[in-house]
């Protein structure tokens, strides 16, 4: 297993494009998130799923983002047009645990868009 | 809101220095989290903790949940130049689900060797 995988691992688009984002979580883990983290800030928390099911958004989720998780597997981060404003760090992370343990994610290496 | 504020923003210290860093809330955390950045990745777990008080090591690492449960510390022994990157404290966001975190913005550490 090597562990969480995303791609691209760089995106640099004009600004009204749309560009999407694949995560690969590790294999047996059920639960996936969606972090943002932009220059000199910690992540913050987009979205999660358990299985195939979206559990939970951020207000950070503008209508332009959508998330899916078709079969419970890898995941999509799609941004429909796109701003400079969302020039960040897109990271996926993932974790097999429950109860406070399911606070210990993995992160995997991100995807970095600019936005021209 | 819930805030994480770190301390200090950053540190230039020299090869073989004892690191210390410090993690604050206003509001009381359950569980602590301390993750290492580095350039061009992902957040890589260091240590986490769950009960007031506690102190867990991870190598040449040592962190603790204070025992007010707002704050918490990380120290590093013996820097070496591999330890460069950026910390950040984690702890959960209440009222959002498990693994929804609050991030500190990082203490970014650099060593001179």
């Known amino acids: 297993d090597t562990g969480v995988s995303q791609d691209p691992r760089h995106k640099i688009t004009k600004r009204g494009q749309n560009v999407t984002f694949r995560c690969d979580p590790i294999s047996e883990h059920n639960r996936l998130y969606w972090y943002r983290q932009t220059l000199g800030q910690g992540p913050e928390f987009l979205t999660y799923?358990?299985?195939?099911?979206?559990?939970?958004k951020s207000r950070l989720l503008s209508d332009r983002f959508s998330a899916e998780r078709p079969k419970g597997s890898f995941s999509t981060l799609e941004i429909q047009r796109t701003e400079q404003g969302d020039s960040a760090m897109y990271l996926c992370?993932?974790?097999?645990?429950?109860?406070?343990?399911?606070?210990?994610?993995?992160f995997g290496a991100g995807s970095r868009l600019t936005v021209l | 809101g819930q805030q994480l504020n770190q301390s200090p923003q950053s540190m230039f210290i020299q090869e073989g220095e004892d690191v210390s860093m410090n993690c604050t809330s206003s509001?009381?955390?359950?569980?602590w989290l301390w993750y290492k950045q580095e350039p061009g990745e992902g957040p890589v777990l260091l240590i986490a903790l769950y009960k007031a008080g506690e102190l867990t090591s991870n190598g040449r690492l040592t962190a603790q949940f204070g025992i007010t449960r707002k704050d918490s510390f990380l120290n590093i022994s013996a820097s070496i130049p591999s330890d460069v990157g950026i910390y950040f404290c984690a702890g959960p966001n209440y009222g959002g689900s498990q693994g929804n975190l609050i991030f500190g913005k990082g203490t970014k550490l650099s060593v001179k060797p």
């Open positions: 992370a993932s974790t097999p645990h429950v109860g406070s343990g399911a606070n210990v994610l993995t």
């Open positions: 509001s009381i955390f359950n569980t």
């Open positions: 799923f358990q299985n195939e099911a979206q559990l939970e």
